[in-house]
């Protein structure tokens, strides 16, 4: 059964960057899924934040201000997220999810992980 | 960008009753709606997809319903589990567009 796993720093400056990893255990990257982030702020609704597919194909909402960047490491079974100058704003819980395809709903999620961006 | 509208922002539901929750989109979406149920310190979970279908696993008592921009999440005979915060979500193959609506509280009466 498909796991997926967020790790990274639970605190990051203002102005720096924000790294945060998935790892998905018990399948494989090289399927028909695409591979998102979604955020949550304390307290607040959700927020999709862009995608990734095996191949390294990659999109992005394009309402978010702060730089955003999605990569995938097959030989690892991960993917990456860094977003850049990062605001308070940003402080939220970053969930890691599955989509059957690009665009899609989300059928399988992390448990999420939570980054404050504070000095 | 399609703006999700969820509303009432809070239900008071007593267990055994029916609740029904709304989600309108600023424009049509055909039937790209999905609902999740989120509980305090969990990830959303999938419940319904495609506007009607049930994800794998999601007993029977809940169902959607709905088209283009109106759409409906209902729970029937509550259970105390079903306590949670509900969110619609449009989705969108290609160019992908994905938002959330604000999401609705189901609170006990």
């Known amino acids: 059964q498909v796991q997926l796993q967020e790790s990274g720093p639970g605190l990051v400056r203002p102005s720096g960057t924000l790294s945060l990893t998935c790892a998905v255990s018990g399948g494989s990257f090289s399927s028909s899924n695409w591979w998102s982030w979604v955020r949550q702020p304390p307290g607040k609704g959700l927020e999709w934040i862009g995608e990734?597919?095996?191949?390294?194909?990659?999109n992005y909402n394009p309402s978010l201000k702060s730089p955003v960047t999605i990569s995938i490491d097959k030989s690892k079974n991960q993917f990456s997220l860094r977003l850049s100058s990062v605001t308070a704003a940003d402080t939220a819980v970053y969930y890691c999810?599955?989509?059957?395809?690009?665009?899609?709903?989300?059928?399988?999620w992390g448990q999420g992980t939570l980054v404050t961006v504070s000095s | 960008e399609t703006v999700m509208t969820q509303s009432p922002a809070t239900l008071y539901v007593s267990p055994g009753d029916s609740a029904t929750l709304s989600c309108r989109a600023s424009?049509?979406?055909?039937?790209?709606l999905a609902w999740y149920q989120q509980k305090p310190g969990q990830a959303p979970r999938l419940l319904i997809y495609g506007a009607s279908t049930r994800a794998t696993g999601i007993p029977a008592r809940f169902s959607g319903s709905g088209s283009g921009t109106q759409f409906t999440l209902t729970i029937s005979s509550l259970q105390s589990e079903d306590f949670a915060v509900y969110y619609c979500?449009?989705?969108?193959?290609?160019?992908?567009?994905?938002?959330f609506g604000g999401g609705t509280k189901v609170e006990i009466k």
């Open positions: 424009q049509n979406i055909v039937s790209n």
């Open positions: 990734i597919f095996h191949s390294g194909t990659t």
């Open positions: 999810a599955r989509a059957p395809a690009a665009g899609y709903y989300f059928d399988l």
């Open positions: 979500q449009r989705y969108n193959n290609w160019p992908p567009a994905l938002t």
